[in-house]
C-alpha cells in the first residue's frame, strides 16, 4: 500500500512537471503515504468478530429460493455433465445421450439443485441397477460407464429393490462460503430423497465410489463401509457400502440443518397436491 501511494504521487509529478516538491514537501508526502500505509495494514490485519459470508452468504432481504428436483431434460443434463468436468478433473464423465436413455427407463436417478435462474449448482445421481449387473459390478468387472438402459430398473421396479448406487454428487464452488452452503443443503435433499424414494421399507443398501479424497470422507462420516478396494476394479475406485435404514437418515437428517425453508422439493410439493386431490375426491363422493 504504501508503494502504491508513492507510485501514484510519482506518476501525478510526471502528469504535471511544472509543479516543484522541495524537500519539505517531498518529506511531508513520504510520511503521508506511511500513515496511510499504516493505517491500511492496521484495518486488514484486525480479527474479525464474525465470518459474515459463512453464516449468511446470500441477502436476507431478497426472495433467493432454490429447488431440488428430479430432471429429463437435455439443457439440466449438459449442465450435470460440464458440472461433473470441473469437480471432477481426470474423471470422464458420462456420456449425455446414453444419461438420457436412461431417463426414459426411469425419470428420477437425477436430481439437480437449481439456483433462481434455474442454473444447476448441484447434483446427485442414484441407480437401481438389475441384479445380475450389480453383482458384475460390485465384484470389480464391471464399471460405471458399463451401465446401459437395460441394466436400469423403473420406478416400480426400483422402490423394492435391495440395492443401490449413488453415482455422484457435487456442487459448484465447493470451497467458497455460498458453495459449503449448497453442499449442506443437496445432502439434506438427498436424505430428503431417500425417506421418499426408497424407504418402503427402508432394508437396503447403498454402494458409492469414492472417487476424491473428500467424497470418500463424506461416505466415512455416514458409516460407510469398504467393500473392496481400488486394485482390480474396472473403475480403479474403492467401492463402499451402507445399510440403509431409517433410523439411520433420521440420525443424518438431526446432524444438518433443516433446510426447507431456503430450499424447496418438487417430489414433496407433488405429494401433496396429490393428497390435495384426494381429499378433494373425497368430498365430492
Same mark, same amino acid.
Given at each position: 500500500?504504501?508503494?502504491?501511494?508513492?507510485?501514484?504521487?510519482?506518476?501525478? %509529478?510526471?502528469?504535471?512537471?511544472?509543479?516543484?516538491?522541495? $524537500?519539505?514537501?517531498?518529506?511531508?508526502?513520504?510520511?503521508?503515504?506511511?500513515?496511510?500505509?499504516?493505517?491500511?495494514?492496521?484495518?486488514?490485519?484486525?480479527?474479525?468478530?464474525?465470518?459474515?459470508?459463512?453464516?449468511?452468504?446470500?441477502?436476507?432481504?431478497?426472495?433467493?429460493?432454490?429447488?431440488?428436483?428430479?430432471?429429463?431434460?437435455?439443457?439440466?443434463?449438459?449442465?450435470?455433465?460440464?458440472?461433473?468436468?470441473?469437480?471432477?478433473?481426470?474423471?470422464?464423465?458420462?456420456?449425455?445421450?446414453?444419461?438420457?436413455?436412461?431417463?426414459?427407463?426411469?425419470?428420477?436417478?437425477?436430481?439437480?439443485?437449481?439456483?433462481?435462474?434455474?442454473? $444447476?449448482?448441484?447434483?446427485?445421481?442414484?441407480?437401481?441397477?438389475?441384479?445380475?449387473?450389480?453383482?458384475?459390478?460390485?465384484?470389480?468387472?464391471?464399471?460405471?460407464?458399463?451401465?446401459?438402459?437395460?441394466?436400469?430398473?423403473?420406478?416400480?421396479? %426400483?422402490?423394492?429393490?435391495?440395492?443401490?448406487?449413488?453415482?455422484?454428487?457435487?456442487?459448484?464452488?465447493?470451497?467458497?462460503?455460498?458453495?459449503?452452503?449448497?453442499?449442506?443443503?443437496?445432502?439434506?435433499?438427498?436424505?430428503?430423497?431417500?425417506?421418499?424414494?426408497?424407504?418402503?421399507?427402508?432394508?437396503?443398501?447403498?454402494?458409492?465410489?469414492?472417487?476424491?479424497?473428500?467424497?470418500?470422507?463424506?461416505?466415512?462420516?455416514?458409516?460407510?463401509?469398504?467393500?473392496?478396494?481400488?486394485?482390480?476394479?474396472?473403475?480403479?475406485?474403492?467401492?463402499?457400502?451402507?445399510?440403509?435404514?431409517?433410523?439411520?437418515?433420521?440420525?443424518?437428517?438431526? %446432524?444438518?440443518?433443516?433446510?426447507?425453508?431456503?430450499?424447496?422439493?418438487?417430489?414433496?410439493?407433488?405429494?401433496?397436491?396429490?393428497?390435495?386431490?384426494?381429499?378433494?375426491?373425497?368430498?365430492?363422493?
Amino acid at each position: 500500500m504504501f508503494a502504491a501511494l508513492i507510485g501514484a504521487l510519482a506518476a501525478l %509529478a510526471t502528469l504535471f512537471p511544472q509543479v516543484r516538491l522541495n $524537500v519539505y514537501s517531498s518529506l511531508f508526502v513520504v510520511g503521508l503515504s506511511a500513515l496511510v500505509g499504516a493505517g491500511y495494514a492496521l484495518r486488514e490485519a484486525r480479527p474479525v468478530q464474525l465470518p459474515i459470508d459463512d453464516l449468511f452468504p446470500e441477502n436476507l432481504t431478497s426472495s433467493h429460493r432454490l429447488s431440488a428436483s428430479c430432471s429429463t431434460t437435455r439443457e439440466v443434463i449438459l449442465q450435470v455433465n460440464n458440472l461433473a468436468t470441473r469437480v471432477y478433473p481426470g474423471v470422464r464423465p458420462l456420456p449425455p445421450d446414453r444419461y438420457e436413455q436412461w431417463l426414459m427407463v426411469n425419470d428420477n436417478l437425477l436430481v439437480v439443485l437449481l439456483n433462481t435462474n434455474s442454473e $444447476v449448482i448441484g447434483y446427485f445421481d442414484i441407480f437401481p441397477l438389475q441384479p445380475e449387473f450389480f453383482n458384475f459390478f460390485v465384484s470389480g468387472a464391471f464399471g460405471e460407464h458399463d451401465i446401459r438402459r437395460e441394466h436400469i430398473l423403473g420406478p416400480q421396479q %426400483a422402490r423394492f429393490v435391495k440395492r443401490m448406487y449413488l453415482g455422484g454428487i457435487a456442487v459448484d464452488d465447493p470451497f467458497s462460503a455460498r458453495g459449503k452452503r449448497h453442499a449442506s443443503i443437496l445432502v439434506w435433499a438427498l436424505l430428503k430423497y431417500l425417506q421418499n424414494f426408497y424407504c418402503v421399507p427402508c432394508d437396503r443398501e447403498l454402494y458409492a465410489e469414492a472417487v476424491t479424497v473428500e467424497g470418500e470422507r463424506l461416505l466415512k462420516r455416514f458409516n460407510f463401509r469398504l467393500v473392496s478396494g481400488a486394485t482390480g476394479r474396472k473403475d480403479s475406485y474403492p467401492l463402499y457400502a451402507a445399510e440403509l435404514s431409517e433410523e439411520l437418515i433420521n440420525r443424518a437428517l438431526s %446432524a444438518i440443518p433443516d433446510w426447507s425453508r431456503v430450499c424447496s422439493l418438487a417430489w414433496e410439493s407433488e405429494v401433496t397436491k396429490r393428497a390435495k386431490r384426494q381429499r378433494h375426491t373425497k368430498k365430492l363422493k
